[in-house]
């Protein structure tokens, strides 16, 4: 992936080369300027192959392409953009192997065309060769140093090497992150833009919903600080019903399915005071819209995490595909599914999880680690234990 910063750096050195070109070139100032645009126009040329070897290596290595963006010049980002399954057999190797292909292809232009140039007997010719090879090696070993931007080259590699695992952990928990947006879209769709004063609740929660769903955020602090922030305008007497419900739908589905991953996928049932937060945002909502899907939905989460598996179950058992959202429908089949293991329903669980589809890939599979526990797995601790919650 090569960043409009890096091509502003080769152009920088083009002009230097040319500079040199004028010096030193002394067979005519045509030859000199021919050499020289051929040398700028295969940078363009270069950067096309370096993201060709990445798609090539993708499609080898079976790695799902999901955009492919080659825009030099322009200030957009190049780039092949893939989505692996974290389950992916060899999946460290695969992504070193994606990651390393683009500099690949550069470095293996730039052999090509110092060979090319050392060959040949003109001098204009020789010098347009050796020009384009040294772009070629220069724009292939700098994708290969770490940068900031995340998808940096040497990064994804210095990451995929140093920390296979935790890598892999991280794709997983970035994938269960969209899931969980689109879920929230489903229950809670965004407000709009957020204007007018920010302590206005309505506002405060478009901006977290928008700040949030876009990635935008700066640490997880921020998210913690934001959430408790919401809780409390929901809490607050003087707040709307209708918008206090949605703070708490938000926050109930946010924290909430974040506690059934942290407890089944890492190990770590939350504390038993953030449970009983998330119930009071659930109740709020619920209380206020208890007709409502999406009101349902929060509470049977909460209820899940309460380890109350029945009244979970019983509120989602009116929900049908058709009549409701096909991700909120998702969502709560899947939710269900838990109750019912927890029930020691399996066969009904198994059917829910079946009916839910593909839509929700990750929490599918929180869901599939339930049901093949035995017992199931606590999904709160009766001792207290660090955590962060909405409240």
């Known amino acids: 992936m090569i960043s409009s910063r890096r091509l502003v750096a080769a152009a920088v050195l083009l002009v230097l080369e040319a500079v040199a070109f004028a010096l030193f070139v002394t067979e005519s100032v045509t030859g000199a300027i021919a050499a ?28 799902p392409v999901i955009a492919v963006r080659v825009a030099p010049f322009t200030g957009w980002r190049n780039e092949v953009a893939v989505r692996p399954a974290p389950s992916a057999t060899a999946l460290p190797l695969r992504m070193v192997l994606f990651y390393l292909a ?40 700098v994708n290969l140093i770490p940068g900031t931007s995340p998808r940096s080259d040497g990064r994804n590699l210095l990451r995929w090497l140093s920390a296979p695992t935790a890598t892999r952990a991280g ?33 405060a929660l ?33 707040t709307d019903p209708v918008v206090a419900a949605a703070i708490g739908q938000v926050l109930t589905v946010q924290f909430g399915l974040w506690y059934l991953y942290a407890a089944v ?23 206020v819209q208890p007709h409502l899907s ?12 309460n380890h109350r598996p029945e009244p979970a179950r019983s509120l989602l058992v009116d929900i049908r595909p058709g009549v409701d959202p096909p991700d909120l ?14 029930l020691g329903n399996h066969a009904d669980a198994d059917a829910l999880i079946r009916a839910a589809g593909g839509g929700y890939q990750q929490l599918t599979e929180v869901v599939a680690a339930i049901r093949a526990a035995d017992p199931a797995p606590p999904l709160f601790a009766v001792a207290p234990m660090a955590g962060t919650g909405p409240g």
């Open 102 to 141: 683009g500099p690949t292809a550069n470095l293996s232009a730039a052999a090509a065309l110092a060979a090319a140039g050392a060959s040949t007997g003109t001098p204009s010719t020789r010098l347009a060769l050796l020009g384009a090879a040294l772009v070629a090696a220069l724009l292939g070993l």
């Open 36 to 63: 020289v645009g051929f040398t700028c126009l295969s940078l363009w040329v270069h950067v096309v192959l370096h993201e060709c070897g990445h798609l090539v290596a993708a499609k080898l290595l079976r790695l």
């Open 171 to 203: 794709l997983r928990a970035a994938y269960y992150q969209e899931e969980i947006s689109r879920a929230l879209r489903a229950i809670s769709p965004p407000l709009g833009h957020p204007v007018g004063d920010g302590e206005d609740p309505r506002v």
């Open 265 to 287: 996928v890492n190990g770590s049932p939350v504390d038993r005071r953030e449970v009983l937060e998330i119930e009071e945002l659930a109740q709020i909502a619920f209380h």
């Open 329 to 342: 429908c998702g969502v709560a089949f899947l939710l269900r599914a838990v109750a019912e293991c927890h």
């Open 206 to 238: 478009a901006a977290f919903q928008q700040r949030w769903s876009t990635g935008r955020a700066q640490s997880a602090a921020d998210f913690v600080a934001e959430a408790e922030r919401l809780a409390a305008l929901a809490r607050a007497d003087s």
């Open 294 to 305: 999406s009101a349902r939905v929060a509470m049977s989460l909460a209820h899940l995490l």
